[in-house]
């Protein structure tokens, strides 16, 4: 199996940036895609952004374009996302998942069903 720890969260002003790490263990399966969801109080999870571990192609949600950037670190199986120009609006519980290699490659960043583990998430608020 695959363990997943998020790190990173916290408080920060608007404006403020951020960096979330995320750390996969165990190596049963390889990687196809890791990608970042959250959930806002209230809310449906969403997707934010998402690397291809081989590739590095990356897929980013509209409403972080130009603010977040997510890249991998391949040697230690993590992906990280720099969150700059932080908005309350991007206050939320943030989850690492991973997406197993050995299915079907062929799907949207964003189809949640499509990733095999997640993490505990890590809460990242913005507010002054």
């Known amino acids: 199996q695959v363990h997943m720890v998020e790190s990173g969260g916290g408080l920060v002003q608007p404006g403020g940036s951020l960096r979330l790490s995320c750390a996969a263990s165990?190596?049963?399966?390889?990687?196809?895609?890791m990608g970042w969801f959250r959930q806002a109080p209230g809310k449906e999870r969403e997707f934010v952004a998402a690397?291809?571990?081989?590739?590095?192609?990356?897929y980013y949600a509209d409403s972080v374009k130009g603010r977040f950037t997510i890249s991998r670190d391949s040697a230690q199986n993590a992906v990280y996302l720099q969150m700059n120009s932080l908005k309350p609006e991007d206050t939320a519980v943030y989850y690492c998942?991973?997406?197993?290699?050995?299915?079907?490659?062929?799907?949207?960043?964003?189809?949640?069903?499509?990733?095999?583990?997640w993490g505990q998430g890590t809460q990242v608020t913005v507010s002054s």
């Open positions: 998942a991973l997406a197993g290699s050995l299915n079907d490659l062929n799907y949207p960043a964003a189809a949640q069903y499509r990733y095999d583990y």
């Open positions: 165990g190596r049963a399966f390889s990687m196809h895609r």
């Open positions: 690397i291809n571990w081989s590739s590095g192609s990356t």
